[in-house]
């Protein structure tokens, strides 16, 4: 499949962003989520900040204090009780499923652009982590215009774990919190644009401690507030390139054949790469369609080098004349923009045989 | 606090329980929902089997396959990729938080009693397994008269994890499932019995593999089939009898101060203990009083010894003209009963002072 990465990615790197504090540096900006307003792209960047710190022998963590001030904790590189081996978090020794301290904190910014291709980033936040759900950030906004309003969703974390927050905006301006959608341990979720037969859907990605894979679920709501009918919606397959985790990427995107559905797939060497499902238009817990290939995986520098590399990871992509433009973060680093043709999506997916 | 627990305890034992199947026995019949209907008390048993096996070489372990049906499947006890030291469990070997089969399925059974002392089993379950979410079985059902039906919630345990389900019954003979109603993972799911300011609550105990401890949280609806605005209600406390995990009990019991909540508490050895909480009648995610001691903890012989000893586990209170009549599982195994005082709970509690 013909995939056309913009010449000049990446498109936005941490360089090109400004802290939200003199003290603290910019190390990502990237996994945004995306929609157009007023005739501009929007990217709901996450950016991911840390303490400037010049000694080599210690970690500074960001966190919100029990009274939601931003404050910095430091950690002796040398503490046996700890294992500072992730790039990405701190855990205590002997624990890498868990983790205790995050080593950055991640805000929401946006960056605007009139062709698609050039942005420019706001010199402040647009939402900052503020309630005790949020003290360690906020990750991976998605953003699905539903009537008038644009809901993001993304993830809250905090030492009460990992919640889905659900904000909505009118003008980019001011945002509503409208409380966690869903609670503990969850993320990933992508909201259809519109009520299908009566209920809203999301896609989202709970997982248990005792049992099961990270695997994409698919839940209903009458209010886009309360959810339940919580069903698994496609699994993860051995042996391929989507064996270890999957998880909704992009809010889906209506076709004439289909809600068509962007998701990440994640090998066994944590290697994350987008592929593609088609959902009944009716029923979207029914899978019409699926990846065999990835479409998108990681090959270019900058897609395989980084903070945490080997990773593409969209959660959003805009549809205009048959053209797909995706919007994605690479190596949890930097934001980069490839364009497809629809077509050659629906094309190169594998159809399932309807049951008899 | 004075504690009068019923003289012929245990009230209800595995061997007192047909099998469904002539090649499964009983292996624990506890953990029940209880209520009144028709006049009599109704416990909702859990009750769990296991496949009749006289080979102590091996371990036959129950589920159902792709198809619902059920089956057994055999392993070596000296399969060296397996650890075979949880009585409940079957684990890989050096991974104990996560579980790859359950050796017993539990499924539900109602038992009936004129005088609240002396049941009768039925012959034939009331809910079994019966969907791809309860393939190693349904547990610990709690049970809540709203309007003119019975709510009972219950975890289903699957290789997609443990999720809590929704059925609903207004004659105790058939019953309709309404849906899973928190996915994976959750678990201690009580509904409280009437609206409160236009929201149903339900208390449930979602759990992170990423980091977080097993807590309390309240959520809300306004249809009892979809839930959100998740928050924490209450966490454990470092150091007493419920510092390492807690979880909803009994569905709340209104009372002239609040409503009235029953939790159990488990602390560094596995102990589990009952306890109680008192919360805001206007507004249940407020906390007015909490146990500092436990009400109940295992101390007789059939809580201290068992399939799982040393735990109390309640599911399902009554109230009647001021006595607390707790129906409670002993050791993972076997039903037993005590009564209480209300006013001597009430008492007991620590009240928290109301911020200035």
């Not at 030492?159 to 659900?166: E, N, Q």
Request: charged share 25%; with cysteine; hydrophobic share 35%.
């Amino acid at each position: 499949m013909n995939i056309n990465r913009y010449c000049d990615n990446p498109i936005i790197t941490p360089g090109t962003v400004l802290a939200s504090r003199k003290d603290f540096q910019v190390i990502g900006a990237f996994n945004a989520g995306v929609t157009v307003f007023n005739g501009e792209t929007i990217l709901i960047l996450r950016v991911a900040e840390r303490p400037i710190n010049s000694d080599d022998k210690s970690i500074k963590v960001p966190f919100l204090d029990d009274n939601l001030n931003l404050k910095v904790k430091t950690f002796n590189k040398n503490d046996e009780n700890y294992d500072f081996g992730d790039s990405r978090a701190i855990h205590k020794k002997g624990n890498v499923a868990a983790f205790e301290y995050l080593t950055s904190i991640s805000h929401f910014r946006l960056a605007r652009s009139t062709d698609g291709e050039h942005f420019k980033v706001d010199e402040k936040p647009f939402i900052f982590p503020a309630n005790k759900y949020e003290s360690f950030g906020i990750e991976d906004p998605r953003v699905t215009k539903i009537d008038d309003s644009y809901y993001i969703t993304y993830s809250a974390v905090s030492k009460f774990g990992i919640v889905v927050m659900l904000s909505s905006t009118d003008d980019f301006k001011t945002f509503n919190n409208l409380g966690a959608i869903f609670a503990t341990e969850n993320k990933d979720v992508a909201l259809f644009p519109e009520k299908i037969n009566e209920n809203y859907y999301a896609l989202n990605r709970p997982i248990s401690p005792s049992i099961g894979n990270a695997v994409i679920w698919i839940s209903e709501s009458t209010n886009l507030l309360h959810w339940g009918n919580h069903k698994v919606l496609i699994e993860t397959r051995d042996g391929k390139w989507d064996c270890k985790k999957i998880g909704a990427g992009s809010p889906p995107l209506k076709t004439d054949l289909g809600w068509l559905e962007f998701y990440h797939g994640v090998d066994d060497n944590d290697r994350y790469c987008m592929g593609a499902l088609l959902l009944d238009i009716n029923d979207p817990s029914k899978i019409l369609a699926r990846s065999s290939e990835p479409i998108l995986e990681p090959i270019m520098e900058y897609e395989t080098k980084g903070f945490f590399g080997n990773v593409v990871f969209s959660c959003g992509t805009i549809v205009n004349h048959g053209v797909i433009h995706m919007y994605y973060g690479v190596s949890d680093d930097s934001m980069a923009y490839a364009q497809f043709k629809l077509k050659d999506v629906l094309d190169s997916m594998e159809y399932l045989k309807p049951k008899k």
